[in-house]
């Protein structure tokens, strides 16, 4: 099961790695740049789409997200790249009825890409229709890992969606609700 | 199959990426360091151990493997991070024979690593048996996905090697005989 792969690899090649150094990198960006994250927005919120769409800028997901600055970045020597990168993304959301905006640092779920990209890709083997199904089992499998892990509790918030089911307007609405 | 998928996402959310630009990064670093790459260096070298035992620090495998200094990096947008960072490390080879060093663009395929700790962590439900059987998986597939892929062609070089049946001295013996 490619989904029951990817999301063990998510966690073991990137989330094991940067969130327990998630806390550091907030305070070393409000060092410099003053408090803009609130208590609820010092965790990484992970959108896992279940059509596996993801694009890479989220401004054009929607226009209620806009792009507000990067975390300072990581820098890890792994498997033989010295001082490998790696950062996070901080979004300002703006909510309708509220219309004051909250900072969050927000990311898709990369592995999801490559579902999607596994399922055009007629070589790879894998259909569309499976796709699905591989999403939602890639959430489970991530959830249940991250569960089990005390160390990384409270500094991430995963947000599964079915966007396929849902409107388009689903992404600020929900995320800015969530939070 | 783990390893059909891993393979897979380490072609569509790495290689597909970074080997077009890869000679525009060896021409960058150039003009800015001197031409240190020789023709045959031009290309990013991929170690794929059959063990999967991928070590962060490469001189720490073999003394005759040594950090020599990392291409730019290449900035893009991708799932929502802004400017993520794709970087490739050269390393100088000791030759015992000619003892003239060759300089290598050379690391680890990273999804080996995520292999080898899947059979570390019960959870995952992945035998150490397995284990040998995947990498030589991931090895197939990549190697299949890469010959289809034309614009990647003389970009790359991969150097899959059982490292459970030959000696520890392998490492720079191969790669700069390779070379
Ligand atoms: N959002 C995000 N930011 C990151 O910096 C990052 N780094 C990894 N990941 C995701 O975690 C998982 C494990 O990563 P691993 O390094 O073992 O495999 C990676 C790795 O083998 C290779 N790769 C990707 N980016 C790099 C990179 N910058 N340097 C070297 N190898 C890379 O290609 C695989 C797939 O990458 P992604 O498809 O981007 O998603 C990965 C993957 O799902 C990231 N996700």
Chains 1, 2 share one sequence.
């Not at 969130?19 to 408090?35: A, C, V």
């Not at 059509?51 to 800028?57: E, G, N, Q």
């Not at 999801?112 to 259909?127: G, I, K, P």
Request: proline share 4%; with cysteine.
């Amino acid at each position: 099961n490619v989904a029951h792969g990817l999301a063990w690899s998510y966690y073991l090649g990137y989330l094991k790695i940067v969130l327990p150094k998630l806390e550091e990198k907030i305070n070393q960006y409000h060092r410099e740049y003053g408090n803009v994250l609130q208590q609820k927005g010092k965790k990484l919120y992970i959108l896992i789409p279940f059509s596996c769409k993801v694009l890479d800028k989220l401004e054009k997901v929607d226009t209620n997200i806009v792009f507000y600055q990067n975390l300072p970045e990581l820098l890890v020597d792994r498997a033989g790249i010295k001082s490998r990168s790696y950062k996070h993304s901080i979004y300002l959301i703006y909510d309708q009825k509220k219309q004051q905006p909250h900072h969050c640092i927000l990311e898709y779920a990369t592995p999801l890409r490559s579902l999607f990209e596994m399922t055009n890709d007629s070589a790879a083997a894998f259909s569309k229709e499976q796709r699905l199904d591989q999403a939602k089992l890639f959430y489970r499998t991530l959830k249940s890992i991250l569960n089990n892990v005390p160390e990384v509790t409270g500094s991430y918030r995963l947000i599964p969606y079915d966007d396929d089911l849902e409107g388009a307007e689903l992404g600020p609405h929900f995320v800015s609700e969530e939070i």
